[in-house]
């Protein structure tokens, strides 16, 4: 793939950070928190592409004044409508992962004339599971833990209500390197979000016909909460559900994941 070029744009109350990779259709790729750090092994499999990659607002390179300020997915939408403005060539394809799913499928309601195929990889929307209310308060839970006793407390009982398993360490294994600054803006941002992103509510009649696609990792069983709100997503918006390789990070090789593998489904979805 060709070296990039990074770019960035004013949008009330941050400064949008974007990477353009290659050239062809154009292809986005964006998560929340998950920084264009996170998809450059899955962008390099795409090289007859012109494949964008984002810092969502308040990560990586696009600060924000107020931090503190709690996600607003209509408003991680409108940026990434943004982006696509300023990149132009038309519709573009969008892969959105885990909270970038909610934000491809919201641009895809706003915006139906800027997407031509959206995939949403786990979409972590709780509010079509058969136990959305209990889910909404473990949500809670976990950001009152967030505000009354910070982060790492609040990681752990994220991992909990998410039924991801947590590895345990060797005995003699060093302790694991502090998160660096990134990491730490990053999971701010998902713990400041744990209740407006996950709880937000898509209409699913915006939707353009025939253009949403729903993911879910193989992996992704019953006892994993994004693997249920798949499900439960793909049954709302009416598409069939399709399974990518690995889990919830499945084209992340720090995550166990193949961006080979996983590239491989995307692009069929894609053609």
Same mark, same amino acid.
């Given at each position: ?39 450059? =092994?899955? !962008?390099?499999?795409?090289?007859? @592409? &012109? $494949? +964008?990659? #984002?810092? /969502? ?50 641009? =895809?309601? !706003?915006?139906?004339?800027?997407? @031509? &195929? $959206? +995939?949403? #990889?786990? /979409? ?148």
């Amino acid at each position: 793939m060709t070296h990039p070029t990074t770019h960035t744009l004013d949008a009330p109350g941050a400064t949008l950070s974007y990477e353009v990779h290659g050239s062809g259709p154009v292809l986005l790729m964006v998560g929340h928190p998950m920084t264009a750090d996170g998809f450059r =092994a899955l !962008a390099d499999q795409f090289p007859d @592409r &012109t $494949v +964008v990659l #984002h810092d /969502p607002r308040g990560t990586g390179g696009s600060p924000m004044p107020d931090p503190t300020q709690p996600p607003d997915v209509d408003v991680l939408a409108e940026d990434l409508s943004r982006v696509l403005a300023a990149v132009g060539q038309g519709p573009a394809d969008v892969f959105g992962s885990s909270g970038g799913a909610i934000t491809a499928l919201a641009l =895809a309601a !706003a915006h139906p004339d800027q997407v @031509r &195929t $959206v +995939v949403a #990889h786990e /979409p972590p929307l709780v509010e079509h599971l058969a136990d959305a209310d209990a889910v909404r308060a473990q949500l809670a839970e976990v950001a009152a833990t967030h505000r009354e006793h910070g982060a790492g407390a609040a990681m752990g009982a994220f991992a909990a209500v998410a039924g991801f398993a947590l590895p345990e360490p060797a005995p003699d294994a060093p302790p694991p390197p502090a998160p660096s600054e990134a990491d730490q803006r990053a999971m701010a941002r998902m713990l400041l979000g744990i209740e407006s992103v996950c709880t937000y509510r898509l209409d699913a009649a915006a939707l353009p016909p025939g253009r949403v696609r729903i993911g879910v990792g193989a992996w992704s069983g019953e006892q994993v909460l994004t693997g249920r709100t798949s499900r439960a997503e793909a049954a709302h918006v009416g598409v069939p559900l399709v399974e990518f390789p690995g889990g919830h990070g499945g084209f992340v090789t720090e995550q166990g994941g193949d961006a080979v593998a996983f590239a491989a489904v995307l692009r069929g979805l894609l053609e």
